[in-house]
């Protein structure tokens, strides 16, 4: 099967910098996408890596490493909005299947 | 339209009814994607559309549910028989589909069903 490991909640400040985690077990792969949804809310995409390296697209910056199976979602500079759930996902066929999500983070962030 | 909608926003059924429950995707968009969260969970897929065909139906957790597609655009997930664990958040989803479309999909607002 399928499967998606990320941690179930992650707390932090205002200002600061977190790092959400996110390992995969999939029969293929074609791209790690990470996708944020505020409570009540539709999920959006944020950021997608189809090859490894740092993808950066303001404060937030996504990361993957196809050899170990892994990315991680990098938030900086901490703003009370971003607390939302965090989702990964990942497509494991070129073509015919959908996203695969993995369970998703909780961001909590205080002042 | 502009994005993905669906209805009804909110449904409140008895156990044993059966509902329908719409997405209209972006225009364009030639594939869609039915997921259901639960409340505080994750987002679990249920079915997946190409075209009008549904390449991939893994998901679907019994056969009380079935989906269409008509016309490559608006898709009905159709509940028989509901039961109060069937009570969730139902999203839907649409996107190009593309090698080069960097996987992301747009979802709706979802439709959020409770069973009583």
């Known amino acids: 099967g399928q499967s998606l490991e990320q941690p179930s909640e992650v707390t932090a400040v205002e200002g600061a910098i977190v790092q959400i985690n996110c390992t995969y077990q999939t029969s293929g792969f074609y791209g790690l996408s990470w996708y944020q949804q505020h409570d009540g809310g539709a999920p959006t995409f944020l950021s997608y890596?189809?090859?490894?390296g740092l993808e950066e697209t303001g404060r937030f910056s996504s990361f993957l490493s196809r050899s170990d199976s892994y990315g991680y979602l990098l938030l900086q500079e901490l703003q009370m909005k971003d607390s939302a759930s965090y989702f990964c996902a990942v497509r494991f066929d070129q073509a015919g299947t959908a996203l695969i999500f993995g369970k998703g983070t909780t961001l909590s962030v205080s002042s | 339209g502009a994005g993905v909608s669906q209805s009804p926003s909110n449904k409140v059924t008895e156990k044993g009814k059966d509902v329908e429950l719409r997405c209209d995707p972006i225009s364009g968009h030639t594939a869609l994607y039915w997921y259901r969260q639960r409340l505080g969970q994750g987002l679990e897929f249920l079915i997946y559309f190409q075209g009008n065909s549904a390449p991939d139906k893994s998901g679907l957790p019994s056969d009380r549910f079935s989906a269409e597609r008509t016309g490559e655009s608006v898709s009905t997930l159709t509940i028989q028989r509901t039961q109060q664990e069937d009570s969730a958040v139902y999203l839907c989803a649409s996107s190009l589909v593309s090698t080069g479309s960097g996987n992301t999909i747009y979802f709706g607002e979802g439709s959020w069903l409770t069973v009583v």
């Open positions: 890596n189809a090859l490894d």
